[in-house]
Nanobody, 121 residues
Framework: QLQASGGGLVQAGGSLRLSCAAS????????MGWFRQAPGKEREFVATIKWGVGSRYYADPVKGRFTISRDNAKNTVYLQMNSLKPEDTAVYYCAHSRLSYSVSSWDYNSWGQGTQVTVSS
């Protein structure tokens, strides 16, 4: 099970940090990712991290502003979001994949409940 937290309301230019705690073990060959879904839009990839080595990959709209990280001991993945924009407003989901890397939601088998991020202009 994945439990996401940390969403909220922030002004444009502000920051938020999302957390996602996994109740089970995450294998080093697996990946954890963040996706988001804005109203009326499809769920889109945000960032992913390979659990063992920590390799990271970001969607273009968030590169340079968002940072994904993990704490192996706590089985927790984070998403630090800086310089937030109104277009970042969405429900953010964390997810687990048995693959080491993927930007496709189809490759993620477990999902958190989602946490709302709202950025006001």
């Amino acid at each position: 099970q994945l439990q996401a937290s940390g969403g909220g309301l922030v002004q444009a230019g502000g920051s938020l940090r999302l957390s996602c705690a996994a109740s089970g073990r995450i294998f080093s060959s697996h990946a954890m990712g963040w996706f988001r879904q804005a109203p009326g839009k499809e769920r889109e990839f945000v960032a992913t991290i390979k659990w063992g080595v920590g390799s990271r990959y970001y969607a273009d709209p968030v590169k340079g502003r968002f940072t994904i990280s993990r704490d192996n001991a706590k089985n927790t993945v984070y998403l630090q979001m800086n310089s937030l924009k109104p277009e970042d407003t969405a429900v953010y989901y964390c997810a687990h994949s048995r693959l080491s890397y993927s930007v496709s939601s189809w490759d993620y088998n477990s999902w958190g409940q989602g946490t709302q991020v709202t950025v006001s202009s």
